[in-house]
C-alpha cells in the first residue's frame, strides 16, 4: 500500500534548498531539510518537503502501478467536478477566485444557504475549484495519541484536566516507536501525527528522543500535536526531524476563546503559531464549528484568520459536546455547517489543503466522501493502539471505537476504495 507517489528529482536550486520532482510528466517543488539527495534520485514528498529517499529499483515498480491507474484515477475525478449548471452570482464570483474576492458579507452569505439544491451546487463548485486548482492528489496522515493526559481545562474538550472519569494513559518510548514501526513499515504511511494533550511528563528531551528514534528509521512527515510548548523546544524538535505542527487556533473570537480556555489568550497561541510558521515549520491549523456563543460572522473571521497564517492545511471540524464537560448540553454542530465551512475555505484559499477532520466523521459513514466532495482534499486516519484509542475522548462518537476488533487495516482499504471511487490518488506530491 503506498500513500505517496515516488518522484525524480530533475533539478536542485542553486542554495540546495529546493528540489524540483517529476511526477508522471508534471513538475512539483519541495523542500530539502537535512535529507542528502541528488538530482536523478527517486524521493517522497510530503507536506512539500522531502522526506525520504528510495532506490530506482523500488520506486520503477510502484510508478509503473500508479502510471495507468494515475490517468483512471484522473478521468473519474473530472467526472464528478464538472461546474455545476446555472450556479448563482455569488457562487460564480466564488469560483472566479482571488481577483476579486468575496466580501465577508458575501462569505456569510454563503454560511447561510439553506436550500438543499443550492447547498448541493456550493460544494459542487468547491470541488470543482479543488480539481482545476490542485487536481486529484489527496493526503492521507495517520495519527497517534500517545497520551490523554492534560493539564489544560477547555471547556468543550473532553480530555480536560478536571474530567476525572476517564482512564488516562501515557505510551511508553517503546509503545510509540511500535506504532510508529507499524504505521510506516506495515500499512505505508509517509506522514504521521503524534498527538497528545500538554502533558508535560514528556520532557522536551523526552519528545526529541522520540522523533529522532523515528527519523533514524523512517523517511516520513512527522507532526507534533502537543500543544504550547517553548519555542525552544520547537526549534530542537525541528532540529530532531519533527517538521509540521498541528496546531489550531480554536476561534477567532478572543472573548469566546479566553471563556471556552481558562487561563488562555488568542494572542499567545496566534504568536506561536506564527511563529512556528514563520521558522519553517509545515503547519496545520483551523477552529472550531459551532461552539455556544459562535456567531456566522466568527466562522467568516476563523476562514480569514487561517488564511492569514498562510497554512499548510486547514484543520477545522465540528464541536461535539461531550457529557463530561460544562458544554455538555450545548447543541452539536451539524453536518452542513462543517460542509459549508469547507467550501468557504476552498473559495477564499484556493490552492490549500483542506482536511477532513475525524470529528466530521463522527455525523455519518458518508460524512468523508460528502468532505472530500465539498472541496476537502486530505484525510487523517487513527492508528492509536487499540487497547488505549477508545480512552482518547476528546469528543463523542469517535469512529472505530464501535468495533471490538478495529483493524486499521479494514479503515485504510475502506478509505482507499472510497478514494478511487472518487478519482482521488492517495498521494502528496509536494508544492
Ligand atoms: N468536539 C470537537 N473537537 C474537539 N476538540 C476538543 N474537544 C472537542 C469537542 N468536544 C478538538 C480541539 C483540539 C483538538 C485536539 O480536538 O479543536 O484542538
Ligand atoms: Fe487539553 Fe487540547 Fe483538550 Fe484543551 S483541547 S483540554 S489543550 S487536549
Not at 505517496?4 to 508522471?24: L, N, R
Request: glycine content about 6%; overall charge neutral; aromatic content about 8%.
Amino acid at each position: 500500500m503506498c500513500y505517496a507517489i515516488p518522484g525524480k528529482i530533475i533539478s536542485i536550486s542553486k542554495d540546495g534548498k529546493t528540489a524540483t520532482i517529476q511526477y508522471f510528466g508534471e513538475l512539483r517543488n519541495a523542500h530539502i531539510i537535512g535529507a542528502a539527495v541528488s538530482i536523478g534520485d527517486y524521493v517522497y514528498a510530503q507536506g512539500g518537503i522531502v522526506v525520504g529517499k528510495i532506490s530506482e529499483t523500488e520506486a520503477l515498480p510502484i510508478l509503473k502501478l500508479w502510471k495507468t491507474k494515475f490517468l483512471e484515477l484522473k478521468k473519474v475525478d473530472e467526472e464528478l467536478a464538472s461546474i455545476p449548471e446555472n450556479i448563482s452570482s455569488l457562487l460564480q464570483k466564488a469560483e472566479a477566485g482571488d481577483e476579486e474576492p468575496l466580501t465577508k458579507e458575501e462569505m456569510r452569505d454563503v454560511l447561510n444557504i439553506k436550500d438543499e439544491t443550492e447547498l448541493n451546487s456550493l460544494y459542487q463548485t468547491a470541488n470543482h475549484i479543488r480539481k482545476k486548482r490542485l487536481d486529484n492528489a489527496c493526503c492521507v496522515h495517520g495519527i497517534i495519541e500517545f497520551s490523554n493526559y492534560c493539564m489544560q481545562n477547555c471547556l468543550y474538550c473532553g480530555i480536560r484536566c478536571d474530567n476525572k472519569k476517564i482512564t488516562r494513559y501515557r505510551m511508553s518510548e517503546e509503545e510509540i516507536l511500535q506504532a510508529v514501526d507499524y504505521a510506516v513499515d506495515r500499512l505505508g504511511f509517509k506522514a504521521l501525527v503524534l498527538q497528545s494533550g500538554e502533558d508535560s511528563y514528556y520532557t522536551d528531551e523526552m519528545l526529541i528522543s522520540i522523533v529522532k528514534k523515528i527519523r533514524e528509521k523512517h523517511g516520513i512527515l512527522i507532526f507534533m500535536s502537543i500543544g504550547e510548548r517553548s519555542k525552544e523546544c520547537y526549534i530542537k524538535l525541528y532540529g530532531a526531524g519533527a517538521y509540521g505542527v498541528l496546531i489550531r487556533f480554536e476561534t477567532s473570537n478572543s472573548k469566546l476563546y479566553a471563556r471556552l480556555r481558562p487561563g488562555k489568550k488568542l494572542d499567545d497561541r496566534l504568536e506561536l503559531i506564527r511563529w512556528l510558521k514563520s521558522n519553517g515549520f509545515v503547519v496545520a491549523t483551523g477552529f472550531l464549528i459551532g461552539l455556544p456563543g459562535q456567531t456566522k460572522e466568527d466562522i467568516v473571521n476563523d476562514v480569514l484568520l487561517t488564511k492569514s497564517i498562510v497554512p499548510d492545511m486547514y484543520s477545522f471540524g465540528p464541536f461535539i459536546p461531550h457529557q463530561e464537560t460544562p458544554l455538555f448540553a450545548a447543541p452539536s454542530s451539524q453536518i452542513a455547517e462543517v460542509l459549508k465551512v469547507i467550501a468557504l475555505s476552498r473559495f477564499v484559499d484556493q490552492e490549500s489543503k483542506i482536511l477532513v477532520t475525524t470529528a466530521l466523521e463522527t455525523f455519518s459513514h458518508d460524512a468523508k466522501k460528502a468532505g472530500l466532495l465539498a472541496g476537502a482534499n486530505s484525510l487523517m486516519i487513527n492508528l492509536t493502539p487499540e487497547k488505549y484509542r477508545k480512552h482518547y475522548d476528546l469528543y463523542p462518537g469517535k469512529t472505530g471505537l464501535e468495533t471490538e476488533n478495529w483493524k486499521p487495516n479494514k479503515e485504510i482499504q475502506e478509505t482507499i476504495k472510497l478514494l478511487e471511487s472518487l478519482g482521488r490518488a492517495p498521494t502528496d506530491l509536494g508544492v
